[in-house]
């Protein structure tokens, strides 16, 4: 195995999306019929508008048959990796928690 540093070139240049809606997906590759990929589709919810008196907004919203979410990207990630991924954020989580993660 090779070691070596990392580095993230250009992070700045890209936007900052809102995301708040996630979606998980197995990838199973023929024909051995084995897990290979976690798909993870990410999108944003924005709340319905709902204009009026309360009581008007109470209506729209018990006549809503659906509310969109936008898919922003859809990533294809190994089995390894999105453990990985997991533990990442699940440490970086815990020291926000414990206010030893300063943003």
Excluded: C, H
């Excluded at 990630?77 to 453990?83: N, R």
Aim: charged letters at 20%.
């Amino acid at each position: 195995m090779v070691r070596a540093q990392l580095a993230w070139e250009d992070v700045d240049r890209l936007p900052v999306l809102a995301a708040n809606q996630f979606l998980l997906q197995l990838s199973v590759s023929e024909p051995q019929n084995t897990v290979s990929d976690v798909v993870l589709t990410v999108g944003y919810l924005a709340p319905p508008l709902l204009l009026g008196t309360p009581e008007e907004q109470r209506a729209a919203a018990a006549a809503l048959e659906r509310v969109t979410v936008r898919p922003i990207a859809r990533f294809s990630i190994p089995i390894g990796k999105a453990t990985e991924l997991g533990q990442v954020l699940q440490g970086f989580l815990e020291r926000v928690e414990e206010g030893r993660q300063q943003p």
